[in-house]
């Protein structure tokens, strides 16, 4: 089949024809989310607002001085607030976690407080939003405050240690400079004790020296050997070097003992600073942390929120049940477009026969009340009160010996009478001559009849008229329950209509209907005829014969030009239709043609039995009866390709049951039901069919 793009029509198309799915779907996933909004907890939401502004310590700085910090502080402090230790005092604070508890109890306590908490920073400030959800609001609104208050002490307390340990760090630092610093005092004493005449001219020579080696190393750190500040300070070192060696060696060690003395000298001097300045701050009790917009309780909740939820179930429901649609489409094997169809199996289209119900056929819609049960029940009536003789009531005697009363005779035959009736009800004649239905089967005729005639004689401006190549027509399906015996015999009605004399034949011995619909025995049919045991005039039925088995007088009166039609029944029921069939059949064809305008076979479906088979190549046309948007692509083309296998002319395709589901061109339905006056229009006389 040939491939081609889906268009906006064919996604409508496929959304129309799948639209009981979509709004199951979607009022199934609304009624859902409604029920878990309903029954879902209530979810309150507490916010505390806490100011962070950090206070430097003495340690901090000369830290930063070493390496820089890593991040955002504002984020690390928000993920402070969540963390463990900040919890822990919060759930003490509140009383929820005693000493004599239970360790495992504790953890779950504070784990809890933990996850109901989110700290978020206000961008670009120095606050801290400390949000608490909980299903009670006084719990939401004290786990918060609690928390604010943590945090401010956890953060005192963290200052408070950090200054105690640098004071500690001070301490020893300073105690070691002090030893060093005795040292080189001493040292520097007792060499001038031992060499009085060494005066240290060597200094400031040495001074300097010493600065760039620690200025030299200094830049190594960060650059190679080859930067000009590196070539600078080397080129001074050589020059100083040179200097140097000019001095007595007791020269640089006194120089040498003066450098020392006089760095460790400002050292301890620095650590004596820093020393007092961590006193005063482990003695300060001032936290970075300011807490000055408390929570309350909230009077709403923020979940759920119905109207949300109801928006997001319908999204999804839409959503579900569109791709649901078109994943049930892909995995159709059913053909629902008429291009579909034409492009599958390479055969016109002769007829396109919608689906129309008694109630919903507008101007019909009066006349087609008469054809539902109380037609059936008048009917039944008309046969029992002038059949209803002493020979019927002794074969029908009931437990108390009485003949089967009317009421009996109803109640037996109810689940008869309901099929029949449904049947029934899709005879043409039960609409209105202006009605689709009508003009589709019109439509289906005239095309059966000019497929049949020579190329260009559509052409001609005289009418066309049967001949001896189109008489025989064959009505089959692919498979049972698509239509094929009531569009037979609608499509017989049609050409009776038309003025010719016209026979139906039941030739589907198998699961005969023909005698259902008109009201005719199936016995003294074609097996019988072709049996031997019957003459075909016995066996031909008649507009009598109808109106005896149940057709409405008034059905017969308003249909003129019924009485052309004539019908013969599939007959007495045969163990072998198919090898019936073979015999006799061209005889009794040509016996036929001499009497008849057109001869309407129903045949039996395509794939179930062989007879069509046997007897399409007797035949002058074969149409395919085909369901749309029920028959697998796969079973059309094995029907279409077993007819044509076998030699018989098959002219095309029927489609049945056509509803505006199927959609079979876009404007089929639109344009179908506008071309008909309704009721608040006015209407011309029907002219005679």
């Not at 930063?64 to 402070?80: R, V």
């Not at 129309?356 to 008469?370: F, N, R, T, V």
């Not at 296998?645 to 002219?651: C, G, P, R, Y």
């Not at 056509?658 to 309704?678: A, D, G, K, L």
């Amino acid at each position: 089949m040939a491939q081609y793009e889906l268009s906006l029509r064919d996604y409508w198309r496929v959304v129309r024809k799948r639209r009981w799915i979509i709004i199951i779907i979607i009022v199934l996933v609304s009624v859902i989310t409604f029920i878990y909004s309903t029954f879902q907890s209530h979810v309150y939401q507490a916010t505390a607002t806490v100011h962070y502004k950090e206070q430097r310590l003495l340690a901090t700085m000369l830290s930063e001085l070493i390496y820089q910090p890593i991040g955002d502080i504002m984020l690390s402090q928000a993920k402070l607030i969540e963390g463990y230790n900040v919890a822990e005092l919060a759930a003490k604070s509140l009383g929820w976690v005693k000493a004599d508890m239970p360790k495992k109890e504790e953890i779950r306590i504070i784990s809890s407080i933990q996850a109901a908490v989110d700290a978020k920073v206000v961008p670009n400030t120095d606050s801290i939003d400390i949000i608490v959800q909980h299903s009670d609001p006084q719990k939401a609104a004290e786990i918060a405050n609690a928390m604010a208050y943590a945090y401010k002490d956890y953060n005192l307390i963290e200052k408070s240690s950090q200054a105690t340990n640098l004071r500690e760090t001070v301490e020893k630092q300073l105690s070691q400079v002090r030893i060093e610093l005795g040292n080189a005092e001493a040292a520097l004493q007792k060499f001038k004790e031992e060499n009085k005449e060494v005066t240290g001219t060597a200094l400031p020579a040495y001074s300097r020296y010493d600065s760039l080696k620690k200025e030299e190393e200094t830049l190594l750190r960060k650059y190679t050997i080859k930067h000009p500040d590196v070539i600078r300070i080397r080129q001074e070192l050589e020059v100083l070097e040179k200097e140097l060696a000019r001095y007595p060696e007791k020269e640089i060690v006194l120089s040498r003992l003066i450098r020392d003395n006089t760095i460790n000298s400002g050292l301890y001097a620095d650590y004596k600073q820093q020393l007092e300045r961590a006193k005063i701050a482990e003695g300060e009790k001032t936290p970075d942390v300011r807490f000055d917009n408390p929570a309350w309780p909230p009077s709403s909740p923020i979940r759920p929120d119905k109207v949300t939820n109801q928006l997001i179930g319908l999204i999804l429901g839409i959503i579900i049940s569109l791709s649901l649609a078109f994943i049930i489409e892909h995995l159709d094997t059913s053909i629902g477009t008429i291009e579909e169809i034409e492009q599958l199996v390479q055969l016109p289209v002769l007829g396109v026969i919608p689906y129309l119900s008694p109630e919903k056929s507008g101007p019909e819609k009066q006349h087609s009340k008469h054809h539902k049960k109380d037609f059936w029940l008048s009917a039944t009536d008309f046969l029992l009160d002038t059949f209803y003789t002493p020979l019927f009531k002794e074969n029908s005697k009931s437990p108390s010996g009485e003949g089967m009363s009317k009421q009996d005779f109803y109640i037996k035959s109810e689940k008869s009478i309901s099929e029949t009736e449904r049947v029934r009800t899709q005879l043409i004649w039960n609409y209105s001559p202006t009605s689709p239905l009508f003009e589709s089967y019109r439509t289906l005729r005239t095309n059966l009849v000019r497929s049949a005639n020579k190329p260009g004689a559509e052409n001609a401006a005289q009418p066309i008229l049967p001949d001896e190549s189109n008489k025989v027509i064959a009505i089959t399906s692919t498979g049972p329950q698509e239509g094929k015996t009531i569009t037979a015999s609608n499509l017989a009605i049609t050409m009776a209509l038309q003025g010719g004399m016209v026979l139906l034949v039941d030739m589907d011995m198998r699961k005969p209907l023909v005698h259902k619909i008109f009201g005719l025995e199936r016995e003294n049919g074609l097996s019988d005829i072709l049996i031997g045991i019957k003459k075909l005039d016995a066996c031909v039925h008649n507009i009598t014969d109808m109106l005896v088995g149940g057709i409405k007088f008034d059905v017969i009166v308003n249909t003129p030009g019924i009485d052309n039609l004539h019908v013969i029944t599939a007959g007495t029921a045969v163990p072998n239709p198919s090898e019936l069939l073979t015999r006799g059949m061209s005889e009794l064809f040509s016996q036929l043609r001499k009497r008849y305008q057109y001869i309407i076979c129903d045949c039996p479906p395509v794939l179930a039995v062989a007879d069509v088979l046997v007897l399409g190549p007797k035949t002058d046309l074969t149409a395919l009866v085909y369901r749309a948007g029920k028959t697998a692509k796969g079973a059309l083309l094995r029907a279409k390709e077993q007819i044509t296998s076998s030699h018989i002319n098959l002219k095309g395709l029927i489609l049945n049951y056509v509803t505006p589901e199927i959609e079979v061109s876009p404007t089929y339905y639109y344009n179908y039901y506008r071309y008909y006056p309704s009721d608040k229009e006015p209407k011309e006389p029907a002219a005679k069919v």
